[in-house]
DNA sequence: TGCTAATACCAAGACGGTCAATGTATGGAG
DNA sequence: CTCCATACATTGACCGTCTTGGTATTAGCA
């Protein structure tokens, strides 16, 4: 998988995944890997970065917790995040649909 | 549309629309304008450097060409162009179905 | 003891996209 | 006749995001 096709779509898969309740960095790697049917792997060095880029625009909030000695930083999403959610999904599928279009595949898919 | 959407499918793209016969790059963004239903509009600055780069990768041939006093360059796509082509066609449905499952919408598009 | 998993973070570098400028030629508006 | 728009190609500066790979901590296992 060309990792270039991430880009611009890890911030909305990370948005969908907080949608449905907080979670952590290393969580997220594996939940976007079992949703995505084991395609994506997400590295660290973008994830991280993502997330406090995320926070910085107020589309998420964090808060630290303790777990078996391990400490974890839990993401939220709010209301901000929710909406920009929202944009970002139609926006995929507009931007899908045009490549499908190119493509000659508007119709259907597995 | 955010333009980081573009990155890694403009090549695709290209390759896509001059597997059905040689084009220049005026010619290919209007192509490319109309199948994706009006929603991608590429920029001469990704454009052309794409077009050289996958030249340079001998996925394309070019050839000069004067037409009512106007220079144009034609690109066609070599074999090796279309070897690739298809293998990034499926990527691309691996890829946009990896989303989709992350999105929870795996079943059909408009 | 030392390796692995869980967990987070960061720095350096590559790469591809945008913007905007440059250059040439034709054709139409005024 | 002049000016501007359109057709066409190229390039350079800038920017943002991704990858690689290294740091750091704790728990648990060989």
Do not use: C
């Not at 890890?10 to 969908?16: F, P, S």
């Not at 590295?43 to 000695?69: D, I, M, N, V």
């Not at 139609?90 to 000659?104: D, K, R």
């Amino acid at each position: 998988m060309d990792p270039k096709l991430l880009t611009g779509t890890l911030e909305l898969m990370m948005l969908e995944v907080l949608s449905q309740g907080p979670s952590y960095g290393y969580e997220i790697v594996q939940t976007v890997l079992t949703r995505s049917g084991g395609h994506f792997e997400l590295k660290e060095g973008s994830l991280y970065p993502a997330l406090h880029r995320l926070e910085r625009q107020k589309l998420l909030g964090s808060y630290w917790t303790e777990h078996e000695g391990r400490r974890r930083k839990y993401y939220k999403i709010t209301a901000a995040g929710r909406k920009t959610l929202a944009a970002r999904r139609s926006e995929w599928q507009t931007f899908a649909s045009g490549v499908n279009g190119v493509l000659g595949m508007e119709y259907g898919l597995a």
